[in-house]
């Protein structure tokens, strides 16, 4: 029984609200009749409401998720910098190419540190590790971010600007609207398969198209990273859309999307 919010002072229109799905599996498409029941017992005709189909992984923002929203900077160092690319690799990379290795790490502290707009690709990945291991409570484990957290936060984010990535980034920001069908998709098909800790995706917002204007640097300033927790499919839509719900007070802004006010499309990119 749905129990009416509002009603009509003249009697003719109310308004409910239909229990959310709160199953963390996936679920098909499905149908299902309503009809209004009044004092009386007069009922009114039978109407029909759809439930959009959806894959989920499982985690929920609360409780997987961070207690505290995104922040910024980072805490990037000598040590989380050889964290990312390796204690030998940096020290042979410093021996090869020293001024080359130091304008890199200068670039690193930048982009982790003053010119940081926020740490989701930290949270991201480090929210769904402790889900991987088990973990059920990351909401409760700090009220506000903490130096080990941040540091980490920092890690996780700093792979960024590993070549592999950038060059990956790059390709797929070419393939401009085209990329976010074939991302989405194979998401989708990932958790139909049942997803892993080798192939849990995470979804990136980025620039589309390729670097040759001043707009696709301002768009990149403002890309964003998140970890999705379930896809739904709208009505006769022929391919998955996003659909995510969130308690702004018990979760990481990682777990958002950020809508970007720009001409350029966003391009989607899958990484695990």
């Keep these: 029984m749905l129990v009416a919010q509002s009603v009509a002072t003249d009697g003719t229109s109310l308004s409910f609200s239909v229990p959310a799905v709160t199953a963390d599996t996936s679920m098909p498409q499905g149908v299902t009749s309503l009809s209004v029941f009044n004092p009386d017992g007069q009922q009114s005709d039978p109407f029909r409401i759809t439930r959009l189909s959806f894959v989920a992984n499982g985690f929920l923002p609360d409780p997987n998720g961070f207690a505290f929203t995104n922040y910024s900077p980072g805490s990037p160092d000598l040590g989380t910098f050889t964290d990312d690319f390796g204690a030998v690799e940096v020290a042979g990379s410093t021996l090869a190419a020293p001024v080359l290795t130091g304008a890199y790490f200068a670039a690193y502290c930048v982009f982790l540190g003053p010119e940081c707009q926020g740490l989701c690709t930290g949270f991201s990945p480090a929210s769904m590790n402790r889900f991987l291991d088990g973990e059920t409570r990351a909401v409760d484990e700090a009220a506000q971010p903490t130096a080990a957290l941040t540091r980490e936060f920092t890690v996780n984010m700093g792979r960024l600007m590993s070549g592999q990535l950038l060059s990956t980034f790059l390709s797929q920001c070419n393939n401009s609207a085209a990329q976010a069908r074939s991302t989405l998709q194979q998401i989708e098909q990932t958790w139909t398969n049942g997803a892993t800790r080798d192939n849990m995706p995470l979804i990136f917002f980025i620039s589309a198209g390729l670097p040759v204007s ?59």
């Design 214 to 272: 001043k707009q696709w640097f301002d768009n990149l300033m403002v890309s964003h990273s998140i970890r999705r927790e379930k896809m739904a499919s709208p009505i006769r839509w022929p391919t998955t859309a996003i659909s995510h719900s969130r308690k702004p007070a018990q979760t990481s802004r990682s777990a958002t999307r950020r809508t970007r006010q720009s001409p350029a499309r966003t391009v989607l990119r899958s990484a695990s």
